[in-house]
């Protein structure tokens, strides 16, 4: 249906977003049940999707973006379920040096420090591409010692 008619099923504004959505789709649904533990995944962002695609066609099929979004269908769904709290985060920062310089810029004792710093890796950092690979050198380094 989307290849034949994109414009009426996904409308012009995410054809123009999204040129390789008239042949799939922009975005993968999923619909899971969670009544045990998922797995984390990492995807690429579209820049980076579309040159794995061009580069490993057999492995990325999709030259699209894969971002997440968790929406609960019942009212007893718990997102996050397991995850360190403030404290044990902030301990295992203090315990690695190259952690420790990426966050000497925030405010520890904030409440909205994690977010701060989960934006800042995301988005600043990740646009600091030397900064990224010095970081990521680091702290292979730290944990080989």
């Known amino acids: 249906m989307i290849r034949h008619d994109s414009e009426k099923f996904l409308g012009k504004e995410i054809g123009k977003k999204y040129p390789c959505s008239k042949n799939s789709l922009p975005f993968l649904l999923k619909v899971l049940s969670v009544r045990t533990a998922l797995s984390i995944q990492a995807h690429p962002d579209r820049d980076l ?5 061009v580069k490993f066609p057999d492995v990325y099929k999709d ?3 894969k971002p997440e979004i968790a929406i609960a269908l019942s009212d007893d769904f718990e997102a996050c379920f397991g995850f360190a709290d ?3 985060i902030l301990k295992n920062f203090n315990s690695n040096p190259p952690l420790q ?4 810029r925030f405010d520890l004792q904030s409440d909205n420090f994690l977010q701060e710093f989960c934006h800042f890796l995301f988005n600043d950092l ?8 010095n970081v990521i050198k680091e702290l292979n380094d730290f944990c080989l010692q």
């Open 49 to 53: 999707a579309q040159k794995l695609h």
């Open 101 to 104: 310089t990426l966050i000497a």
């Open 63 to 65: 030259p699209n973006p």
């Open 86 to 88: 403030k404290s044990t």
């Open 126 to 133: 990740d646009h600091d591409k030397n900064r990224l690979m």
